[in-house]
């Protein structure tokens, strides 16, 4: 059994992303490579460009403030307390609201995202 302290986990900046940090607290970097866990934050002025991935499904799970997710057809809004799941092939751009609230959200992916695979 691990117990993390997610305060002590390094942050990182995922490239394509802007106003964003993510923490690996599962994956490929510490010893699962089967899939990744991260916990994330994002400034409500941050988010990540639209892109897919080929075999990679993302759940996330919205834990502070929103976000804000483009499926390319229509925008939604994910509050504290609500999830979602992106599916492999779906496009998607998560950014925050921009009405001030930052968020934190948990992301499991399976497989891992390598980020030689996104369009």
């Not at 499926?71 to 001030?100: C, K, L, N, S, Y």
Request: hydrophobic content about 35%; overall charge negative; some cysteine.
């Amino acid at each position: 059994m691990k117990i993390i302290d997610v305060d002590q986990v390094p942050k990182s900046v995922l490239p394509k992303h802007y106003g964003h940090y993510s923490q690996e607290i599962r994956g490929p970097n510490t010893g699962n490579p089967d899939l990744s866990v991260l916990v994330c934050g994002m400034e409500a002025e941050g988010g990540a460009e639209m892109h897919t991935h080929d075999q990679q499904e993302h759940i996330f799970y919205v834990l502070e403030g929103e976000v804000q997710v483009n499926d390319g057809e229509r925008a939604h809004v994910v509050r504290a307390g609500q999830a979602m799941v992106i599916e492999p092939g779906d496009p998607h751009e998560v950014t925050g609201t921009r009405r001030g609230t930052d968020a934190k959200y948990i992301v499991i992916t399976i497989p891992p995202a390598w980020f030689g695979d996104n369009k």
